[in-house]
């Protein structure tokens, strides 16, 4: 049944808190996608072409405060283009592979720092590969890190505690600058 019959159906029934609380849920509905329409063209409007390369995410983790977030991210990320089966949702966190487009990549980290969530590319693509890997971060700025880097990083990991592993990931996630800095310690 159609919003507006049913809102017509309470009305009849002199039902005026379901009524409202349909009205509520209708407008609360509305709003949240006219937000999430305008949170992407504000993140368009910040995407700048670079260059045309093909740029490859083998696997980026975006992790959000919530789970609703997370399921609003891959909402925003299926309108923005990317293919359902290219993301994976758990809990609060959504997993996106296979995507080569750098703007799209740009574009999701944009998004995801919008929403307050963490993108993390896996250190293990990175060490696994030949050479290394171009890695988009949080602030839109990417860098090309090797495998020598990816096992620095990861080595500085391993000797932290719990604690300071999540902030350690989440402060190497927010800018390629950032990363720099540790590498040159």
């Known amino acids: 049944m159609s919003d507006v019959k049913n809102l017509l159906k309470h009305v009849i029934n002199k039902d005026g808190a379901k009524f409202t609380s349909h009205l509520n849920d209708m407008v609360v509905d509305r709003i949240s996608d006219e937000?999430?329409?305008?949170?992407?063209e504000i993140a368009s409007s910040?995407?700048?072409p670079e260059s045309k390369?093909?740029?490859e995410l083998d696997e980026g983790t975006y992790t959000f405060k919530k789970s609703s977030d997370a399921y609003n991210f891959m909402k925003a990320a299926t309108e923005a283009g990317v293919k359902k089966n290219f993301l994976k949702m758990k809990g609060k966190s959504v997993t996106v592979t296979g995507i080569k487009d750098k703007d799209m990549i740009q574009m999701l980290g944009l998004i995801?720092?919008?929403?307050?969530?963490?993108?993390?590319?896996?250190?293990?693509?990175i060490l696994n590969g030949e050479d290394g890997e171009q890695v988009v971060f949080e602030d839109g700025s990417s860098r090309f890190i090797t495998k020598?880097?990816?096992?620095?990083?990861?080595?500085?990991?391993?000797s932290l505690n719990s604690d300071e592993r999540e902030e350690f990931i989440n402060k190497i996630s927010e800018s390629s600058d950032i990363v720099e800095t540790l590498l040159n310690i």
Not at 116 to 125: A, H, L, M, P, Q
């Open 112 to 125: 995801t720092k919008d929403m307050k969530g963490t993108v993390s590319e896996s250190i293990s693509n």
């Open 148 to 158: 020598n880097e990816a096992n620095s990083l990861a080595e500085i990991h391993d």
């Open 53 to 55: 390369e093909s740029v």
């Open 46 to 48: 910040f995407i700048k």
């Open 35 to 40: 937000l999430e329409s305008r949170k992407m």
